[in-house]
């Protein structure tokens, strides 16, 4: 079994920059697919980004392409996601999810494991 735990969040200006964390206990995390997912308040749940583990090869939705970066430190099981130029429509809930797979997966229901969430809100 795995935890995960998100962190980093908070309220930022338009234009400013957040990281998060996803920090996993219980069972390395490591070689598993990582992704965030992100949730606006009457909206799906949406694919933001994913790592695989090993290669850390890197996926990212179109709106976020060359603003976020996701990254991972495999010696400590925390993945990070580098939000830079934040819009207000960034503002959501963010999760951070483990596929229990080395295939990345854009659907938030192929997932296995999901933190609570960390509130992220950007104002104009």
């Known amino acids: 079994q795995v935890q995960l735990v998100e962190s980093g969040g908070g309220l930022v200006q338009a234009g400013g920059s957040l990281r998060l964390s996803c920090a996993a206990s219980g069972r390395s995390f490591s070689a598993y697919v990582i992704g965030w997912f992100r949730q606006a308040p009457g909206k799906e749940r949406e694919f933001v980004a994913a790592i695989t583990g090993r290669r850390t090869n890197t996926y990212y939705e179109d709106s976020v392409k060359g603003r976020f970066t996701i990254s991972r430190d495999n010696t400590k099981d925390i993945v990070f996601l580098q939000m830079n130029s934040l819009q207000p429509e960034d503002t959501a809930v963010y999760y951070c999810?483990?596929?229990?797979?080395?295939?990345?997966?854009?659907?938030?229901?192929?997932?296995?494991?999901w933190g609570q969430g960390t509130q992220v809100t950007v104002s104009s």
């Open positions: 999810a483990m596929r229990s797979s080395g295939f990345v997966e854009v659907n938030w229901n192929r997932y296995d494991y």
